[in-house]
């Protein structure tokens, strides 16, 4: 029998008989910790949970080490999950088969060796030069209209679309454009399936017309990067060069949207936090670096890996054929590795944290996203040091809609 019957036979044996725990992963309170995570965090092994789509079941995995375990034994495979209605959140799956995020080494090995030639310390610069001048130039607008303004609206909705749409040389026309398609992609609501289908359909055409006009007309965009990197005679072809791009728009409207408005948040309700932070910017990094392990920023969990052979885990036998997921957010609370993770210490020691992944599927973003947050939350707190927030916090309004865990709007004043 064929790897993929054998492990498609094993899973559909194993998942009727299974005590699942049902996790629909919508608690959208504030930046609290959602408690259905925690209480599978108390448990004393990995367990087996029901998301809401997907016809199988899987196992949850919540510790530090056990996360890194998973997402670095090549016993669990992403790429293994693209032929099955895997379980998740949204109704539509999230990623194409082709993404790097669902490769496995030593496919996805090559991809990120040739896809980090964007990101060296010279491309990085050049790319905080730009952020730079989009956050001033967003920061002006704000200013200009005076106070109280949305900091949502203003800043954090805008600069990471602006940001990623600029530095992939899209026509700013099409800017709107590629908002809504994230959004549609990201929404957890069932009627969202065929307008998520028909978003992921249209950026594929969308970004594969992109690929063909750089490289008959090559810019100084990061597509135009990504086009002329070599590793010795290996180089990115169409159809590769077009996904990647994808995947580079999606995690930049993604991760930094939210996460401008939820630090921003956390400084603003934290007074002492901020004030710290003023008197002493150059911990900025640092700081940010602790927010961002401590921040929620989604719901749940994101894309599992399927085990291709039996594996014992903290008493658990994971057998081939079923489904893992990884919550990288209470790995990022593990008591073990940080202490007091519920508290927000900008003087932890320096530890990696996993809001970006981890191993084989760390984003390989990671340098533009940190220039991102840097350039939004230092120039936000420069140009504005009464910065504070215009309402109480319980009337702020939190996404509901899609995976993602913000404020909808950030009402500020100075």
Request: glycine residues 6%.
């Amino acid at each position: 029998m064929e790897q993929r019957e054998q492990l498609e036979l094993e899973n559909r044996v194993m998942s009727p008989n299974s005590k699942a725990v049902v996790c629909p992963f919508d608690f959208s309170t504030g930046l609290e910790f959602d408690p259905s995570l925690a209480a599978l965090m108390a448990r004393d092994s990995i367990t087996r949970i029901r998301l809401p789509y997907g016809d199988a079941d899987a196992w949850l995995v919540t510790g530090f080490d056990a996360v890194r375990q998973v997402t670095t034994d090549q016993r669990f495979s992403r790429a293994g999950i693209m032929e099955f209605d895997y379980p998740r959140l949204t109704p539509e799956p999230i990623v194409s088969p082709e993404s790097i995020n669902v490769m496995d080494p030593p496919h996805s090995s090559r991809l990120r060796r040739l896809a980090s030639q964007a990101f060296t310390k010279g491309h990085v610069e050049r790319m905080r030069q730009r952020i730079t001048r989009i956050a001033d130039a967003l920061l002006d607008e704000m200013a200009a209209q005076g106070p109280p303004a949305d900091l949502a609206r203003h800043l954090s909705n805008r600069l990471p679309q602006h940001t990623i749409c600029d530095v992939l040389g899209i026509v700013e026309d099409d800017w709107p454009l590629m908002d809504r398609y994230v959004h549609q992609l990201l929404s957890t609501g069932p009627d969202g399936r065929r307008r998520a289908a028909t978003a992921k359909s249209e950026l594929r055409a969308y970004f594969g017309t992109l690929v063909e006009e750089r490289r008959s007309s090559p810019g100084d965009d990061l597509i135009s990067v990504l086009a002329t990197a070599t590793d010795g005679e290996d180089a990115l072809d169409d159809r590769e060069l077009a996904v990647m791009a994808l995947t580079l728009m999606l995690s930049g409207h993604d991760t930094a949207t939210g996460q401008i408005s939820n630090i921003s948040y956390l400084l603003l309700t934290h007074p002492e936090l901020l004030k710290d932070l003023r008197s002493r910017p150059e911990s900025l990094t640092a700081v940010l670096n602790e927010l961002l392990r401590y921040i929620p920023f989604r719901k749940g969990v994101g894309i599992p890996r399927v085990a291709l052979e039996d594996v014992e885990m903290e008493g658990v036998r994971i057998r081939a054929g079923e489904f893992v997921h990884v919550s990288y957010l209470t790995a990022n609370r593990d008591p073990e590795r940080y202490p007091n993770p519920d508290t927000i210490d900008p003087d932890r020691p320096s530890l990696p944290h996993m809001t970006f992944g981890w191993g084989g599927h760390l984003c390989v973003a990671v340098p533009l996203a940190m220039a991102e947050l840097e350039v939004a939350i230092g120039r936000l707190l420069e140009r504005f040091p009464e910065l504070r927030l215009a309402v109480p916090p319980e009337d702020l309004r939190w996404d509901t809609e899609t995976i993602r865990r913000f404020p909808i709007e950030l009402p500020v004043t100075w």
